[in-house]
């Protein structure tokens, strides 16, 4: 708990907000951020998602977990630079194992899963 303190300590410096404004930013009570810093409480499901949908910029992954960067769109970018999608295809059609399904995420953070 003590990491997701630090990353959203983090935004607040980045962003260049007061606890009361990042918490009226996102929709929750000012109590609710007072807690999480304060390590009084863990954040909900609901704080993040919050979070998440206001600040595009932020990604999940480093949200939640740390991983990867601050910025969604630097974790887009080395996602992009890795293998392109049609060469895994290839790779996966050489296989004698059956596909099963694909999951598209998109940026909107909506998905799509496609099953055989």
């Known amino acids: 708990m003590e990491e997701f303190t630090n990353r959203l300590l983090e935004i607040l410096e980045n962003k260049n907000l007061s606890a009361s404004q990042f918490a009226e930013k996102i929709g929750v009570q000012r109590s609710s951020v007072s807690h999480v810093l304060s390590k009084r409480n863990k954040p909900s499901l609901d704080f993040i998602i919050k979070i998440s949908k206001t600040f595009d910029d932020i ?19 080395k996602k992009n630079s890795s293998t392109p999608i049609s060469k895994e295809i290839k ?22 899963i496609f099953k055989n």
Do not use: A, P
């Open 59 to 77: 990604s999940l992954d480093w949200l939640i977990n740390g991983d990867n960067s601050l910025k969604s769109s630097e974790t887009t970018d």
């Open 91 to 112: 790779n996966i059609e050489s296989t004698e194992t059956e596909l099963d399904k694909i999951v598209f995420f998109y940026k909107d953070k909506s998905y799509k």
